[in-house]
């Protein structure tokens, strides 16, 4: 399967605590985005990357959440010091740079859960 | 900021019934219009998509949606629904960087 991948599927965290997820994009595309959805809510962008720069990080929640994708292929969604209201579903998504820049694939998700 | 609101967040339909899904935006600039499905156990997936010319858009499975500019509303519809078109329809803006503001999204649930 060629499909955006993220890693865990689960996670359950207590609170303090630092996690940290991996998304894998579709091994062409060069734009990656991770997103954060809550029970009732649409999909809630926080922060994307074009190869490796990224390019917007202003929407990243708080300062304990960072972003990585350091060879410009995976990233990483870190959240340091976990708080309950983190818990979430947390969405990565790629697409490739482009006419279809638009067409977003996105992943399974990881959900947090903070106790 | 862009916004979107969709009015209805849970709608109940019979086989065959016809379906319309609310969706307004709130944008200053040159709008891109998505619409996005989530069946249930699947990833978000893009459904149709407006960036300009005709605002009567066709996607898969059957949808459309237009686009009424001086309404600031792109509503999602399709004639005849199916048992297999229940799920979750997310409405989406976004300008040029191509990121979406999503809606709060619209379960739907289609009875057999």
């Known amino acids: 399967d060629t499909g955006v991948s993220q890693d865990p599927r689960h996670k359950i965290t207590k609170r303090g605590q630092n996690v940290t997820f991996r998304c894998d994009p579709i091994?062409?595309?060069?734009?990656l985005y991770w997103y954060r959805q809550t029970l009732g809510q649409g999909p809630e962008f926080l922060t994307y990357?074009?190869?490796?720069?990224?390019?917007?990080k202003s929407r990243l929640l708080s300062d304990r959440f960072s972003a990585e994708r350091p060879k410009g292929s995976f990233s990483t969604l870190e959240i340091q010091r976990t708080e309950q209201g983190d818990s979430a579903m947390y969405l990565c998504?790629?697409?490739?740079?482009?006419?279809?820049?638009?067409?977003?694939?996105f992943g399974p998700g990881t959900r947090l859960t903070v106790t | 900021a862009q916004s979107v609101s969709q009015h209805n967040h849970h709608v109940i339909l019979s086989e065959a019934a016809s379906l319309e899904l609310g969706c307004n935006y709130s944008?200053?600039?040159?709008?891109?219009l998505f619409w996005y499905v989530q069946y249930p156990g699947q990833h978000l997936q893009l459904l149709l998509k407006?960036?300009?010319?005709?605002?009567l858009v066709k996607g898969i499975k059957g949808f459309e949606a237009e686009f009424i500019k001086s309404k600031f509303s792109f509503n999602l519809r399709k004639p005849s629904v199916q048992w297999s078109d229940t799920a979750e329809y997310f409405c989406?803006?976004?300008?040029?960087?191509?990121?979406?503001?999503f809606g709060r999204g619209t379960s739907l649930i289609v009875h057999p």
């Open positions: 998504a790629s697409s490739l740079e482009g006419i279809r820049t638009y067409e977003q694939y």
């Open positions: 091994s062409e595309h060069n734009r």
């Open positions: 990357f074009q190869n490796e720069a990224q390019l917007e």
């Open positions: 944008y200053g600039g040159t709008v891109n």
């Open positions: 407006y960036f300009s010319g005709d605002p």
């Open positions: 989406a803006v976004s300008g040029g960087s191509y990121i979406p503001t």
